[in-house]
T-cell receptor, first 113, second 113 residues
Framework: DGGITQSPKYLFRKEGQNVTLSCEQN?????MYWYRQDPGQGLRLIYY???????QKGDIAEGYSVSREKKESFPLTVTSAQKNPTAFYLC????????????FGNGTRLTVT | GQQLNQSPQSMFIQEGEDVSMNCTSS?????WLWYKQDPGEGPVLLIA?????ELTSNGRLTAQFGITRKDSFLNISASIPSDVGIYFC?????????????FGRGTQLTVWP
């Protein structure tokens, strides 16, 4: 079955450590995205990528970094510069095009203490 | 970025009741999407609307694309306990060739048996 896999489901880190969240898709989608979800805040876009080796900042990119070396993979690194990293992180992908619905992974809950 | 105003923020209803929620934007949208998110999971697409005035059903769910293209409605008939979750409206950025979506803040639905 095609889909988007995020791992791990739960992640715990100490403050000051960088952490990388994995996202893999086998839908052959060109575009991939990272969203952050906080209670009552909806989904906020962190980074997105239209094609391999290219990505753009979203609305809340500060303290995050990404890479897109392969079409299937779009890992997100939460750096120590991110002031409030504890959140639910969602990865998504879509066929290229402005009317394409997003397909989401099941998320990674990151807790930083 | 574009603003999507979704209401109500939360709903507490009895099983069997009908539910109605809506989403408005400050600008015109060419596509409206409705997603549902179960607790701890990623959002799943429920209904996609592509034409002003369009009324589309998916089982007990019915969604409408407003004539002004600035609003959309989602109705759930005869609610059941598994309808519990967060419902999001979303629409693409018209200025982008990419499927970048803007999301409402969500309607949290609780269904009492």
């Amino acid at each position: 079955d095609g889909g988007i896999t995020q791992s791990p489901k739960y992640l715990f880190r100490k403050e000051g450590q960088n952490v990388t969240l994995s996202c893999e898709q086998n839908l052959n989608h060109d575009a991939m995205y990272w969203y952050r979800q906080d209670p009552g805040q909806g989904l906020r876009l962190i980074y997105y990528s239209q094609i391999v080796n290219d990505f753009q900042k979203g609305d809340i990119a500060e303290g995050y970094s990404v890479s897109r070396e392969k079409k299937e993979s779009f890992p997100l690194t939460v750096t120590s510069a991110q002031k409030n990293p504890t959140a639910f992180y969602l990865c998504a992908s879509s066929i290229q095009g402005s009317d394409s619905p997003l397909h989401f992974g099941n998320g990674t809950r990151l807790t930083v203490t | 970025g574009q603003q999507l105003n979704q209401s109500p923020q939360s709903m507490f209803i009895q099983e069997g009741e009908d539910v109605s929620m809506n989403c408005t934007s400050s600008s015109i949208f060419n596509t409206w999407l409705w997603y549902k998110q179960d607790p701890g999971e990623g959002p799943v697409l429920l209904i996609a609307l592509y034409k002003a005035g369009e009324l589309t059903s998916n089982g007990r769910l019915t969604a409408q694309f407003g004539i002004t293209r600035k609003d959309s409605f989602l109705n759930i008939s005869a609610s059941i306990p598994s309808d519990v979750g967060i419902y999001f409206c979303a629409g693409p950025d018209r200025g982008s060739t990419l499927g970048r979506l803007y999301f409402g803040r969500g309607t949290q639905l609780t269904v009492w048996p």
